[in-house]
């Protein structure tokens, strides 16, 4: 006679699993924190749980600590993990150390990202941690899905990982008298992570608390363009500015905007962290983007 087994849907990761331990092993939300979405649909990630283990491939991550956590990994021989160089806290000597090579240097150095990320491979114990206070985010990929993380909020991921660095494509020039500036209120490049072929883990780094949400197909939201953390793939972008009515052709504030958003736009998941810098307003008149404008 067959025992009936029971599962377990995280409604974080949304992957299922027996549901026996305290937390989800997949991205080590504990299990027994009912889901709470807000009225406007924002739900809160719930922390991970110091002590909780994460299980990928043949794996584990610890998640040790509350106000700077500290990822512990223990890994095997089949197995391997990259990060920036600047995040490794301790490793034993039998892992193998070696530097990832890294396209396009120089458009790195100049955008302000890492120039040198590191490859580990078990087996032994290697631990990461973002010297900041803040979360540790756990995103498992399914095979063949993608998201859009905002610069220096990765930790770490699994080999099977793809990576990728590209132009935001968020953007704004303003000019006061002759001096034409740029701004760039997410950072001039995004991080592209691509789980190939099979299952991965990617690690992320928020400070304050973070809160996701499901956009629906053409569903549209406006965000402080500094508490994004990640998106997926599917979810469209661009900047929205708002401008003071009433405002005289010679009055030098009619093209000063008055807030900068982002617009992010359905279908797919994005995350949000509540510790954000708000968009450096020079006084400069806005110039061009991609942006749409509206008037109030």
């Known amino acids: 006679m067959s025992t009936p087994t029971t599962t377990y849907t995280c409604p974080y990761c949304r992957i299922q699993s027996e549901g026996g331990g305290a937390t989800c092993p997949h991205c080590g939300a504990p299990v027994d924190v009912r889901e709470r979405i807000s009225d406007s649909g924002w739900a809160e990630q719930p922390p991970i749980r110091d002590m909780a283990r994460i299980h990928f491939n043949r794996s584990t991550c610890q998640i040790s600590g509350k106000y700077v956590p500290v990822a512990e990994m223990k890994l095997d021989k089949e197995d391997s993990v990259y990060f920036s160089h600047h995040v490794l806290l301790h490793c034993d000597t039998s892992v193998q150390l070696d530097t990832m090579r ?3 240097g120089w458009n790195r150095v100049l955008a302000g990202m890492p120039l040198f990320m590191m490859t580990a491979r078990g ?13 540790t985010i756990a995103i498992p990929l399914p095979a063949g899905h993608a998201v859009d993380v905002v610069e220096h909020r990765f930790l770490v991921a699994t080999s099977n990982v793809g990576y990728q660095w590209e132009s935001s494509g968020i953007w704004y020039t303003t000019q006061s008298g002759d001096d034409q500036e740029y701004h760039y209120p997410l950072g001039q490049t995004m991080d592209r992570f691509h789980a190939q072929g099979a299952p991965g883990l990617l690690l992320l780094h928020a400070p304050g608390n973070t809160f996701i949400r499901d956009l629906r197909q053409g569903e549209r939201i406006l965000v402080e363009p500094g508490s994004l953390i990640w998106k997926d793939r599917t979810v469209g972008m661009h900047l929205h500015f708002e401008y003071p009515r009433g405002q005289y052709w010679f009055s030098s504030p009619r093209w000063q905007a008055k807030s900068i958003w982002l617009v992010l736009q359905g279908p797919g998941r994005i995350a949000v962290k509540s510790v954000y810098e708000p968009p450096e307003m020079t006084g400069g008149i806005v110039m061009s983007s991609g942006a749409t404008t509206q008037y109030w």
């Open 102 to 104: 890294m396209a396009g």
């Open 123 to 135: 087996p032994g114990y290697i631990a990461i941690s973002d010297d900041h206070p803040g979360e």
